[in-house]
Nanobody, 116 residues
Framework: QVQLVESGGGLVQPGGSLRLSCAAS????????MGWYRQAPGKQRELVAT???????NYADSVKGRCIISRDSAKNTAYLQMSSLKAEDTAVYYC??????????WGQGTQVTVSS
């Protein structure tokens, strides 16, 4: 069983910044991926950004240039630094680990609200 603990959501004004964190109970290797997805009311869950155990990253077009995903391998923790936030970034953000060894796991979700 993989445990994911998320933190860092909240209310921010348009143009502001937030950093999300996700601590996993397992390490990410090779073809494993770890990262963030989001789901806005009435919409499907969508990719925000992920990285692989090899270190490659993948970003949604909607967040490129505004978000940076990073990792602390020693802590099995992923970070999502979001800046220039817009109202359309409002969503529940979910951490995800897709592990070749352990399977696919989701965090409990953290709310990000961008509003003045």
């Amino acid at each position: 069983q993989v445990q994911l603990v998320e933190s860092g959501g909240g209310l921010v004004q348009p143009g502001g910044s937030l950093r999300l964190s996700c601590a996993a109970s397992v390490s990410i290797f090779g073809r494993d991926t770890m990262g963030w997805y989001r789901q806005a009311p009435g919409k499907q869950r969508e990719l925000v950004a992920t990285f692989t155990g090899y270190g490659t990253t993948n970003y949604a077009d909607s967040v490129k240039g505004r978000c940076i995903i990073s990792r602390d391998s020693a802590k099995n923790t992923a970070y999502l630094q979001m800046s220039s936030l817009k109202a359309e970034d409002t969503a529940v953000y979910y951490c995800n680990v897709a592990s070749v060894r352990y399977g696919n796991y989701w965090g409990q979700g953290t709310q990000v609200t961008v509003s003045s």
